[in-house]
């Protein structure tokens, strides 16, 4: 078993994977960008990739959004610029998005 090395497994670091798929990097960015397309897609904004279809599940896009506001707030002052700003256009944006989708 691979033994943790902050926040990346040592296997990850050294390309040994056992998933020979090539994964994204794991990052800050990359996390938010996650978080964010999972809102759009409870949002009924983008088709859920593994039926095809556009569903709005308003609750959990609402607990997805209290997540991404609940890590600006945690991360404030530990973020450089370009994570700060994405955050907050991508929070500003599924916020804007959820209330739209709740008319």
Known sequence: MAQGDGFIMK???TGKSA???ALPRIDFSSFILSLYSSGLVQLGIVE???TGKKTK???IAK???DMIAMLQEKTSGNLNGDEQNLLKA???ELRIAYVEARS
């Open 11 to 13: 296997e990850a670091q």
């Open 19 to 21: 998933c020979k798929n």
């Open 57 to 59: 599940n308003l609750e």
């Open 48 to 50: 859920d990739p593994s």
């Open 63 to 65: 607990h997805t959004i």
């Open 90 to 92: 991508l929070l500003s």
